[in-house]
């Protein structure tokens, strides 16, 4: 087809082409439609110049014909800020996508690119509430701290309640871990004390509550405090907060001395985090369930079964980068070997233990470590393999850092020991107040017989009222919760009190800090010096030798 023929066909309907002018082509407007005289100003102008306008700068470098008006940059302003809140909340959806597949570093990166663009304050919260969750995944429990901390400062401009709870749910959950206790019992109350709306932010404050009374040595109270937390993971169907439920009702029961009932719950959250219901969990709770099953596989006497799941524990956290969970299986780990009298290999997971700890953070896992340790250079000393100088010195600085993180069950252990020690060394002053110090602290008891219940390995039961009996002691009437709820009551709980006061509202709570570099006000931990690991080595030798 051709040129000529195109313009042969009449393709306007009327005069051709090169005919047709602008006024033929632009039909008139309607008069009456469209008023022509006085036509409205679509956009408003101001006359307003920013200050390099004013000054005259802007017309030294462009002319003063090229000036804008003040509304051109405001409006670029406004389109810039929304177009940077856009990509952020794009970014924030792409990284929880992400985190979501296991490529938690890949999320991290993601989400600091969209700290800067975030505009909004709402969704600056979610952010850094996404950005704490994946740092303590990590282990970096200070950098967590200070993005709880930022989140605490948006919710006070904005008076949220709701956030307020969760900013303080976050605090006391890092300094849960970096050892204050009693500033993360603090924030758990005052996150209770807001409005948590009664979704999964009340249950996880309720499992805060009980991980640090069951570290301060209150059971009753954190067995209350697990009951809520459970209840609120079955009503809302929170599969994950369920899991920590059952690792904190496992650890209850195994420093009580239950180890049955320790398996049988961290057994139930094994099976939440590789079940088919395992997709919305994070793998570091399925971290946290295996180490936990480690543990309490190995207080029950099975070592082998024990450091399988150990050593899978130690694993997937070396490929996911979780150095709190390395630290925690390395420690595992020594405790199997101690529990297998291999006190050298023993020792020396202590100490990568205690120096993952230290460079973390993490007073409490820092701590359990010097704790095995203790109990390795116990046991040597009771042999007759090393003298009494270096577990006296050991216990000594143990003893300091349990009572500065407020750990009343192991400061009890660690003063009982020091009084054998004392006895050995034929200072019995000091054996009797060391005793005397370690009997200041009543021990868990049983709700019906006042018995101590962690002396030694037996069956226990918790009741509906959050007190703890021997087995034995609890009667048929006891077994069922509708007899109890009926009238059938502990004597704990049928003993006489006097009516109480309406709780008040809890002091205000303590400025967030920054935590010095030095974790331990006392100093580091002493380093278990080479000459009792080559005399162990040695003796060892000769055993093998004499054998």
Not at 435 to 462: F, G, I, Q, T, V
Not at 508 to 528: E, I
Request: proline share 6%.
């Amino acid at each position: 087809m051709s040129w000529d023929s195109l313009e042969s066909r009449d393709f306007l309907g009327g005069a051709p082409a090169h005919q047709l002018s602008a006024s033929r082509l632009i039909s008139s407007p309607d008069p009456q439609r469209h008023r022509l005289d006085d036509p409205p100003e679509l956009y408003s102008f101001s006359e307003e110049y920013p200050t390099e306008v004013r000054n005259g700068r802007w017309g030294a470098r462009f002319g003063p014909a090229h000036r804008p008006s003040a509304g051109w940059l405001e409006c670029f302003r406004i389109v810039r800020s929304r177009i940077d809140q856009y990509l952020a909340r794009r970014k924030i959806e792409r990284g929880v996508r992400l985190y979501s597949q296991n490529e938690q570093r890949q999320a991290v990166k993601i989400w600091l690119s969209a700290l800067r663009g975030v505009r909004h304050r709402s969704d600056k919260f979610a952010l850094l509430g996404h950005l704490y969750q994946a740092f303590m995944d990590f282990g970096k429990y200070r950098e967590s701290l200070e993005f709880a901390n930022r989140q605490l400062g948006i919710s006070e401009e904005l008076d949220s309640a709701p956030m307020r709870a969760e900013s303080y749910l976050n605090l006391a959950r890092a300094h849960q871990t970096l050892g204050g206790l009693d500033r993360a019992l603090s924030y758990a109350r005052h996150a209770l004390y807001n409005d948590c709306g009664g979704g999964s932010t009340a249950g996880c404050v309720h499992l805060t509550v009980a991980s640090v009374s069951l570290e301060l040595g209150a059971f009753s109270k954190a067995m209350d405090s697990f009951q809520k937390a459970l209840a609120v993971a079955q009503a809302q169907n929170d599969n994950t907060l369920l899991l920590q439920v059952y690792v904190g009702l496992s650890e209850l029961w195994r420093r009580l001395r239950d180890t049955e009932r320790a398996v049988a719950c961290a057994a139930r959250a094994c099976d939440l985090g590789r079940g088919p219901r395992s997709t919305d969990l994070n793998t570091r709770h399925h971290r946290v369930a295996l180490l936990q099953m480690a543990a309490a596989l190995r207080a029950r006497g099975e070592l082998g079964d024990a450091y399988d799941y150990c050593n899978e524990a130690l694993r997937l956290s070396t490929v996911a980068g979780d150095q709190g969970s390395f630290a925690r299986a390395v420690r595992i780990a020594g405790d199997v070997y101690r529990r297998k009298c291999d006190f050298n290999k023993a020792l020396r997971h202590y100490e990568v233990a205690m120096g993952a700890g230290q460079s973390l953070g993490d007073r409490l896992a820092q701590m359990e470590a010097m704790d095995g340790a203790a109990r390795c250079l116990e046991a040597l000393r009771v042999q007759g393999r090393i003298c009494n100088c270096r577990p006296l010195e050991f216990n000594t600085r143990l003893l300091e850092v349990a009572t500065s993180v407020g750990s009343k069950m192991l400061v009890r252990r660690v003063r009982l020991r020091l009084a054998d020690i004392y006895t050995a060394l034929g200072d019995n002053n000091a054996a009797a107040r060391q005793r005397k110090a370690a009997a200041a602290w009543a021990a868990p008891a049983c709700a019906k017989c006042r018995e101590p219940l962690a002396d030694r390995a037996e069956p226990l039961a918790s009741l509906p009222c959050a007190h703890i009996v021997h087995h034995a002691c609890m009667p048929e009437s006891w077994s069922r919760r509708s007899t109890l709820r009926a009238g059938g009551e502990c004597a704990e709980c049928a003993s006489p009190r006097a009516p109480r006061d309406p709780p008040p509202a809890p002091p205000a709570p303590p400025a967030p800090r920054h935590l010095p570099a030095q974790d331990f006000p006392f100093g580091s931990p002493p380093p278990l010096r080479d000459p009792d690991l080559n005399s162990v080595r040695s003796d060892q030798s000769s055993q093998e030798e004499s054998v």
